[in-house]
């Protein structure tokens, strides 16, 4: 597999439900991103990581959870969601500050619904 | 802060040329890319300016006015394929974050 990967494509959960979406990027880059996509808005920068390391945190609720175990991987843990967080999740990569190079390699999302 | 502003929709006919523009504010600043988007797809990387001036990559053109905190896409030879979402994007020195604009949604009629 090439690219960013993201899993599910498509998530329905209840508001006390707990999931997780996942990213994994084959480019062997050191920085990796949650977006959050909703309809007629700007994509929303949620989290940053560096070399495994958390620089950015973009005021997000606590009810959404980042990992990165390793510079491959990306998990968002959600928990107690509210129906105003269905969106569109976007990972994305970049070797190094996506604001640096402005070149940003994307996954093709999760599409979360919560009922 | 930061901010951008690009129009929401854009509409054109094959074959045509069409330019979008953007309008940024920013504290510090890297560069100006584009992305494209088509619907259920992920956005997808088009084209950065650092500086001044017009970079040309086949149909598609970006340029940048760091002055007038200004740039725009012109997409010629317009194909029924590039109906898609386009977003503007910052890059802060300031903060080292890529910030997006609402995105111009364009559809090529034939």
């Known amino acids: 597999e090439t690219g960013v990967t993201q899993t599910p494509r498509h998530l329905v959960m209840g508001m006390t439900n707990k999931k997780s979406l996942k990213c994994e990027q084959h480019?062997?880059?050191?920085?990796m991103y949650w977006y959050k996509q909703s309809a007629k808005k700007p994509l929303e920068l949620m989290f940053v990581y560096n070399f495994k390391e958390q620089t950015e945190n973009n005021s997000v609720p606590s009810r959404f959870s980042p990992e990165c175990p390793n510079s491959s991987h990306l998990f968002l843990h959600l928990h107690t969601l509210q129906p105003e967080d269905s969106a569109l999740y976007l990972c994305?990569?970049?070797?190094?500050?996506?604001?640096?190079?402005?070149?940003?390699?994307f996954g093709e999302g999760s599409r979360l619904t919560v009922l | 802060g930061q901010s951008l502003e690009q129009p929401s929709e854009v509409t054109a006919v094959e074959g045509a040329i069409v330019q979008i523009n953007c309008t940024y504010q920013t504290s510090g600043f890297y560069g100006l890319s584009w992305y494209q988007q088509h619907d259920g797809g992920a956005p997808t990387f088009l084209s950065y300016n650092a500086l001044d001036g017009l970079e040309e990559t086949g149909r598609f053109s970006s340029f940048l006015s760091r002055s007038d905190s200004y740039g725009y896409l012109l997409l010629q030879e317009l194909q029924m394929k590039d109906s898609a979402s386009y977003f503007c994007a910052v890059g802060s020195s300031n903060t080292g974050k890529l910030i997006f604009g609402q995105g111009t949604t364009l559809q090529v009629k034939p």
């Open positions: 480019l062997g880059h050191n920085a």
């Open positions: 994305a990569s970049s070797q190094e500050g996506g604001g640096a190079t402005g070149e940003l390699f």
